[in-house]
């Protein structure tokens, strides 16, 4: 009878992690630095709004989470662990970035999703400077080597500020009318993962018709993958898919906005990666890659969202960009 019930606890402590993916998840909802109280000790309060003020100035996406060690699952090593519970924080929040997660005084995990950073060399470079008693001088030191700048401790002379900023604006202004994006040229509008004549989306309630049709086109594709195999665990993929058809759906039974509709194409766009890496599972060939490469310079690395851009004497069209050149693209400074 005490072995049974010894056994129940085991089995409890196990299905309920301390502190799970979708508690990190949650909290990213109100800061992009999730602490889990029982971490304080590790990252103040203070220390956390300090570093959330920096990513959260920022145009890519950043997300930092600080959980207890014993959130990491026993099977395997410490680093596999590591690397399945960042995979799923990352399947729950969905978003292209750089994501961090502290775990305790045990590990770091880094992923970069979608987006070219080589987060890897980044932290084990940083995980080679600070103790791993100090997380806050690790997560500080990737923020350096990303270029994120350093929140505004006060120390610097405001009549300074006012100065540089009294000199630059004039010249500024200049170069943004000069940059600024041409008729033809932005985010690109939603387009289907159909062929469609380009007269066919002029209108956002043709858009909207489009989005619909899309979305319906993409659960039919999910009703005919047949993605189950004995042996082989295709579960995370085609949940990811039909979470991704869920949240699609929902946005499209409501009337989108033109920005509702683009992130709608992206959700897209990841269910059917999602789908296509469980078949490729199926089939035991590799997973297929995200996106395509950056159009302006393939060693820019996979683009992160598509632009419209007129090439020189040319017509304005679609093209795959990273983030550095679309924020060059849209006159960004970074
Ligand atoms: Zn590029």
């Avoid at 775990?103 to 950073?117: E, K």
């Avoid at 059917?272 to 078949?279: E, M, N, P």
Wanted: aromatic share 6%.
């Amino acid at each position: 009878m005490l072995a049974r019930m010894r056994f129940l606890a085991g089995l409890l402590l196990l299905t309920t992690p301390l502190t799970g993916p979708s508690t990190v998840v949650q909290g990213w909802d109100s800061s992009p630095v999730y602490v889990d109280p029982t971490q304080r000790a590790l990252v103040p309060d203070e220390e956390a709004q300090r570093l959330a003020e920096r990513v959260e100035a920022q145009d890519q996406s950043i997300r930092i989470a600080v959980v207890p060690a014993a959130s990491l699952a026993t099977t395997g090593t410490r680093e596999q662990a590591a690397r399945a519970y960042v995979d799923q924080v990352v399947d729950l929040q969905r978003e292209d970035g750089v994501y961090l997660v502290v775990f305790g005084g045990a590990i770091v995990w880094g992923s970069a999703v979608g987006v070219d950073t080589p987060i890897a060399e980044i932290l084990t470079d940083e995980l080679g400077k600070h103790s791993r008693s100090d997380p806050v001088g690790t997560l500080n030191g990737v923020l350096d080597q990303l270029d994120v700048p350093k929140a505004d401790d006060g120390g610097f002379p405001i009549w300074l500020l006012v100065l540089v900023v009294v000199a630059v604006a004039g010249g500024l202004g200049l170069w943004w009318w000069k940059r600024r994006p041409g008729k033809d040229e932005g985010p690109a509008l939603y387009r289907p993962s159909y062929d469609v004549l380009p007269d066919e989306a002029d209108t956002l309630e043709e858009r909207q018709a489009l989005a619909r049709e899309d979305v319906t086109r993409f659960g039919e594709e999910l009703d005919a993958a047949d993605v189950r195999l004995d042996g082989v665990d295709t579960s995370a993929d085609v949940q990811a898919a039909m979470d991704a058809y869920a949240d699609a759906g929902r946005v499209v039974d409501a009337e989108p906005t033109d920005e509702q509709l683009r992130s709608v194409r992206d959700t897209v766009e990841y269910g059917r990666w999602r789908l296509a890496c469980a078949q490729a599972l199926v089939a035991g060939t590799p997973k297929p890659a995200r996106r395509a490469l950056c159009f302006f310079d393939s060693s820019h690395g996979t683009s992160v969202t598509d632009w419209m851009y007129t090439p020189p004497g040319g017509k304005a069209r679609e093209v795959p960009v990273c983030a550095a050149c679309q924020a060059r693209l849209s006159g960004g400074t970074r």
